[in-house]
């Protein structure tokens, strides 16, 4: 476990200057001035709505702490108090299959948990959001929503732990091999249902008729060698306030996706450069990039539970009940040295998010030219998004690069090609 955070220091530095290795310098040979512009479109946001905005993306830095202790209290909670090998027994009274045991503790797992933490969801997602303007649902559709995950929940996570269970008792030397190898089955297992089979169960996703905004993206994508003959529009105006697209799906499914927010807001130029951030996500291959990233980091991960996992139970697995790796009771001790690596993994998640996210605007500005646009749509992700955050607490902190530079990168091209050096 000590050996751990070395590599990923590593990792991140190395993510890190790969970031950071553009020098903000605007072209000498033009009188844009990239620095100047930037400044002036961030000065066109009023000082009481940035306050707003950080305060609202700053709070957001806590709650990865709070996050982070309140869940491994409750992994605490169940292990000291025994009630972890309490729901084992109750499982292994109801029957004989040991997949089905390992799915009944799950069940009794993720209710516990979701009641004892249901206050910190309700802050978070509920009452924190209306605080900030962000959403827009009554209470009674928002618990709806949570109850439609928990049963999403209930589903995919049983036959993940399922799954994983079966594995360490069937491969008790090389499983947290053969664990990561199937992690990252799941992982893009789950990719290819999301579109088409989760999402839709939180929102009505219909494909865009209006011939003056489908055409020029249908033509776009037709440029970039996309094979796309829909682009999707979902009602996010159901849940929030917040102008978002994105790239879902895999190996067939995938799909572009403008929420009602954007399409509702923006000029035409603006969402255009919206879409050509996502078709730079489809065709820098992000997704196999992301899953590649995915397998190292459980690979990480899953090799750092099996020796968390050795040399905790040495200590305490008698006391709390815990007959082995195999034994299903050991899930919130499992959970918990997760939670750690995770909480550790943070900046360099965040950092490998957020440099794809940079390719993405770079091909982006490209394939649209248009960075004017771009730079008010930075502005308007500015609403949720922290804009001017200090270089560090961008590298650590955001999974995608902040609005000022956004913002800097499509004046930096707009210098560049107003200098009339790129023919
Ligand atoms: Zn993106």
Redesign the pocket.
Known sequence: MSRLPLPLLALTMLTASLLWSQPPTPSPATSFDAVAATNAYLATVPADKKAHSDAYFEGGYWLILWDFLYGAAIAVLLLTTRLSSRMRSASERLTRFQPLRTFAYWVQYLLITSVITFPLTVYEGFIREHQYGLATQTFAPWLGDQLKSLGVGLLLGGITVTALFGIVRRLPRTWHIWGAVTGLVLTALFAVIFPVSIAPLFNQYTKLTDPTVRDPILSLARANGIPATEVYEVDASRQTTRISA??SGFLGTERITLNDNLLKRSTLPEIMSVMG??M??YVLNHVYKGLLFTLIVLVVFFAGLRHALKWSLARWGARWEIRGVSDTAVLPLAILIISVFSFLYTPIGNTITRT??YE?DMYGLNTVRQPDAFATIALKLGEYRKLSPVPIEEMLLFD?PSGRTRIFSAMRWKAEHLSARIP
């Open positions: 994105n790239v951030h996502e730079g996500h794809m996210e993405a995608h």
